[in-house]
């Protein structure tokens, strides 16, 4: 079974703070991504991965950067963190690029609440 | 500039019946089309999927439906079960990315 970790369930911040997200899969699996799911919004996908060192903006980019030093972990960084920052962030993995067939596993979130 | 919707934000349904559970789409590259259900406090499980070039797939009590045409697709569970309450996303894919839609919440009662 694939197994997606992330490595905060809840996290509480402080404006302006420089806060790191990470993740972690199992499968060796190629691709990453990183979502945030807010009420009435759905998942909107941040950044994505398709391999080591390699990265491609999601939908809603701003404010985040992120790095893929090892195929198995990806980390989320919110540079300079914002109260609209606060939501649930999802990470997850799937096998390699143009198999769209093959579904994306998560891990369990990380609940984010920016003071 | 929504690609993906899903008009039902919540749908109540009594234990052993019917639940459709549906999704509009605007854009025609879409190849796969996938459901995922989310628990409280849990990320979302897949559940099943379905080709573009398909109209119908079926996996026990979940089958999805796909109308090309009117670009919209329908998850079928039957008989419902208290088990089944959850949000349910439908999330269609290009190139390995996947469009979330806004979800909805299905609650099934006894």
């Known amino acids: 079974d694939v197994k997606v970790t992330q490595s905060s369930r809840y996290l509480v911040k402080r404006t302006g703070e420089k806060v790191f997200l990470e993740c972690v899969q199992d499968?060796?699996?190629?691709?990453m991504f990183w979502y945030r799911q807010d009420p009435g919004l759905g998942l909107r996908l941040i950044y994505f991965?398709?391999?080591?060192?390699?990265?491609e903006k999601g939908d809603i980019p701003e404010g985040y950067s992120v790095s893929r030093e090892k195929k198995e972990r990806f980390s989320l960084i919110l540079e300079s963190a914002s109260t609209n920052q606060t939501s649930m962030y999802l990470c997850?993995?799937?096998?390699?690029?143009?198999?769209?067939?093959?579904?994306?596993?998560f891990g369990d979130g990380t609940r984010l609440s920016i003071l | 500039d929504q690609q993906v919707k899903q008009n039902s934000p919540s749908l109540s349904v009594q234990e052993g019946r019917i639940s459709i559970l549906n999704c509009d789409y605007t854009?025609?590259?879409?190849?796969?089309f996938l459901w995922y259900k989310k628990y409280p406090a849990e990320g979302p499980t897949f559940l099943i999927s379905?080709?573009?070039?398909?109209d119908k797939n079926e996996d026990g009590r979940f089958t999805v439906f796909l109308n090309k045409s009117a670009k919209h697709l329908s998850l079928h569970i039957v008989p419902s079960q208290p088990g089944d309450s959850a949000v349910y996303f439908c999330?269609?894919?290009?190139?390995?990315?996947?469009?979330f839609g806004t979800g909805t919440r299905l609650q099934v009662f006894p």
């Open positions: 997850a993995s799937s096998l390699s690029l143009g198999r769209s067939n093959q579904p994306q596993h």
């Open positions: 499968m060796d699996h190629e691709n």
């Open positions: 991965s398709y391999d080591v060192k390699m990265k």
């Open positions: 854009n025609s590259m879409f190849d796969y």
């Open positions: 379905i080709s573009s070039i398909k």
């Open positions: 999330a269609p894919a290009h190139s390995d990315k996947l469009i």
